[in-house]
């Protein structure tokens, strides 16, 4: 997974409501009236959220075969997989080295301040 859909997918995740909506589809599929009822929202703001969910991959979605105005939601196996899977690399405590700075009281070898204007 690339830097920018990662980024993507953790600013979906960053709304407490739509976490809250995928906390609940990764227990099973749901209807939006099952969520809006459980979450105490309205239906176009489950909607809503539910759209942002979707278009970062993270859920799919299914018309029902008999009467397609029911759709089901569920969690997209395979994003989540590589979400987890990028998510354990960039938080893998195996990364951290240490190192000494290249800056300090002597100077900076990374950067060099402005000079002042005056």
Not at 70 to 96: H, P
Request: with cysteine; net charge neutral.
């Amino acid at each position: 997974m690339d830097e920018h859909s990662l980024m993507q997918i953790l600013k979906a995740l960053a709304d407490s409501s739509r976490l809250r909506i995928f906390n609940l589809l990764m227990e099973g599929v749901h209807c939006n009236c099952e969520l809006a009822a459980q979450l105490d929202v309205s239906l176009s703001l489950i909607s809503h959220h539910l759209r942002v969910l979707r278009e970062v991959g993270l859920v799919t979605a299914e018309r029902n075969a008999q009467d397609a105005r029911w759709i089901y939601y569920t969690v997209n196996q395979s994003q989540l997989a590589e979400l987890a899977a990028a998510l354990g690399q960039l938080l893998d405590v195996n990364r951290i080295r240490p190192r000494i700075p290249a800056c300090g009281p002597e100077g900076c070898t990374a950067y060099t301040l402005p000079k002042p204007l005056v």
